[in-house]
């Protein structure tokens, strides 16, 4: 049997709220093997994030405390260290990569200072010259390529993908006996993921480190995790080994996750087309008609800034959307998604193309001509946390809109609806009367939904709007997203990059590279038989359920 290099015994974490005492994590205990992986799952404010502060003392110490528990690291209680040994074990025996690399970066230090301040702090004797050498050797490591120049490149030059493989390096330069790691793939695309997750467990394999990974995405479970332990409430209900906890869960929690899971959701069947889709995939007469669609941006160089090339980052696309029809729209980041998504609603404007919403053409218009189509054309955004203005009121919010438009002759019919499509979204018509940071991540997604659907749009762009969702929360999402379709004969233009939520919600698949759309047709042609190597390796890159041998 491996030898235990973590064990966490009855660990409370109790966070002060004025008079009020939260139970954090409550009573928590588990043990992670040396070599091994341990994955935490669980919703979002379950405890996940707070236990991994709790073992490596992160917490603001003002308002949080350990009224009860050990956590022992090699035989040593890390709740009873002082400061000063604390800042010696962490960074250098445990690290941790933080879900957001682009917030746990210094954005005015190159990502070359900042691995080698890390290693300079923990290895005072080692000289500039060494600590370069070993920060070259781990961006090598992560696999970042020209490692040597990028030493000299700052955050904002990087991917969402580079940025989290930085973290990593910086976390393993030291050569951590254990590593945290809180949700490192949760934005990532599916291909970034799966090398993302190859490189820790080829790291793992290599050092011998242990892991403490935190996730909601059951297939990235499967993969990595040795054991699991499923989170609720600050409790721990469930822990056992992943086969155990996958196949034969005993809570009915677990199961309430599992059945979550998109490729556990009970399939919807597609609406039939009123009129057949050709081999291009054109329609006689759709609701929405794209033809050789491009959005290029110049890119200027020299004192007087000539242009030099162009970022096509929609190009050449031709595409139809029937009316009633959810179209997944996946890829890669940078591939044209969200470009394609913002030059259909005019918010980018084409560089050249034709785009026509019920045979009228939108390319060309004025702001005063489009604004009679921006209620049949709408947008719930990623990031509701950014996309609703947090000083608004939630009745502002919803009423201002239609207030535009001219929908509802007065206030309080106004608000009526606004209280009506709040109910419609699962939510308290009281709601009306807060604001935006009242709201969990979840409720502020359908809020974002409800700003768009008191317009009675007819068509909806939805910009990867459960990426960041727990599943339990991101099913009742796309459940909800099916019954408006079914009420209301939405059309919606859906961007994601995960392929169980294609699967499950959309009837048609486009798959763009680069700009271009590589493969199209009925979903369960493109996920089931794909015929483009692109595509192929999209789906190959997508962790799934079964576990992993």
């Known amino acids: 049997m491996p030898a235990p290099l973590l064990v966490v015994s009855n660990l409370c974490t109790y966070l002060q709220n004025g008079s009020e005492t939260v139970k954090a994590v409550d009573g928590v205990s588990f043990t992670i093997n040396k070599g091994e992986t341990f994955c935490l799952v669980?919703?979002?404010?379950?405890?996940k994030s707070i236990t991994a502060l709790s073992v490596i003392r992160l917490l603001p110490y003002g308002i949080a405390s350990h009224p009860n528990g050990q956590i022992l690291f090699n035989n040593q209680d890390l709740l009873q260290v002082d400061e000063a040994e604390l800042r010696s074990i962490r960074g250098s025996q445990i690290a941790m990569i933080f879900q957001e690399p682009m917030t746990s970066l210094n954005p005015v230090f190159t990502i070359g200072d900042q691995i080698m301040e890390a290693l300079q702090?923990?290895?005072?004797?080692?000289?500039?010259?060494?600590?370069?050498?070993?920060?070259?050797?781990?961006?090598?490591?992560?696999?970042?390529?020209?490692?040597?120049e990028r030493m000299n490149a700052f955050p904002h030059q990087l991917s969402g993908g580079q940025r989290q493989r930085v973290m990593i390096a910086m976390a393993l330069a030291c050569e951590p006996e254990l590593l945290i790691a809180d949700e490192p793939t949760t934005a990532l695309d599916v291909t970034v993921q799966a090398e993302i997750l190859r490189l820790m467990r080829h790291l793992q394999d290599t050092t011998g480190m242990s892991m403490l990974f935190i996730t909601h995405d059951f297939g990235v479970v499967a993969q990595m995790a040795h054991q699991v332990g499923v989170m609720?409430?600050?409790?721990?209900?469930?822990?056992?080994?992943?086969?155990?906890?996958?196949?034969?869960?005993q809570h009915a929690y677990t199961h309430q996750l599992l059945e979550a899971v998109p490729e556990n959701l009970a399939r919807h069947k597609p609406p039939s087309l009123t009129k057949p889709l050709s081999e291009a995939h054109l329609i006689a007469e759709p609701l929405l008609q794209l033809r050789h669609v491009n959005v290029w941006f110049p890119i200027k160089k020299g004192v007087f800034r000539q242009v030099v090339d162009h970022n096509k980052a929609v190009d050449d696309v031709s595409l139809d959307i029937a009316k009633g029809q959810i179209v997944a729209l996946v890829g890669e980041s940078g591939c044209g998604k969200t470009t394609l998504g913002r030059a259909v609603l005019q918010l980018e404007k084409p560089t050249s193309g034709s785009i026509k919403l019920q045979g009228s053409e939108l390319v060309g218009l004025s702001a005063s001509e489009m604004r009679p189509w921006r209620s049949k054309m709408q947008m719930v955004f990623q990031d509701p946390q950014s996309s609703l203005n947090p000083r608004l009121l939630i009745e502002t919010t919803l009423t201002e809109p239609m207030k535009v438009h001219g929908i509802g002759a007065n206030q309080e019919e106004r608000l009526e609806l606004a209280g009506k499509t709040l109910e419609r979204m699962q939510l308290?018509?009281?709601?009306?009367?807060r604001y935006p940071h009242e709201f969990s991540g979840?409720?502020?997604?359908?809020?974002?939904?409800?700003r768009a659907l008191v317009l009675n749009p007819e068509f909806i762009v939805c910009d990867e709007i459960t990426s960041a969702l727990d599943v339990s929360v991101q099913a009742e999402i796309l459940k909800l997203l099916l019954e408006l379709r079914a009420e209301r004969?939405?059309?919606?233009?859906?961007?994601?990059?995960?392929?169980?939520?294609?699967?499950?919600?959309?009837?048609?698949?486009?798959?763009?590279?680069?700009?271009?759309?590589?493969?199209?047709?009925?979903?369960?042609?493109?996920?089931?038989?794909?015929?483009?190597?692109?595509t192929k390796k999209l789906l190959a890159a997508v962790p799934r359920l079964s576990l992993r041998h």
């Not at 669980?42 to 405890?47: A, F, L």
């Not at 979840?442 to 409800?450: S, T």
């Not at 009925?522 to 692109?534: I, K, L, N």
Request: charged content about 20%; some cysteine.
């Open 42 to 47: 669980g919703e979002s404010g379950s405890g």
């Open 121 to 148: 702090l923990h290895n005072p004797e080692m000289s500039p010259e060494e600590a370069q050498e070993r920060a070259i050797q781990a961006l090598e490591q992560v696999q970042i390529p020209n490692s040597r």
């Open 232 to 249: 609720q409430h600050g409790k721990l209900v469930e822990v056992g080994l992943v086969e155990q906890v996958l196949n034969r869960p």
């Open 428 to 433: 308290k018509r009281d709601y009306l009367w």
């Open 442 to 450: 979840g409720q502020r997604q359908r809020i974002g939904l409800a």
């Open 489 to 534: 004969d939405l059309t919606l233009l859906f961007i994601t990059h995960n392929i169980g939520v294609v699967e499950y919600l959309s009837d048609q698949t486009v798959v763009m590279y680069k700009g271009r759309i590589v493969e199209l047709g009925p979903t369960a042609m493109v996920c089931g038989s794909p015929q483009q190597d692109y």
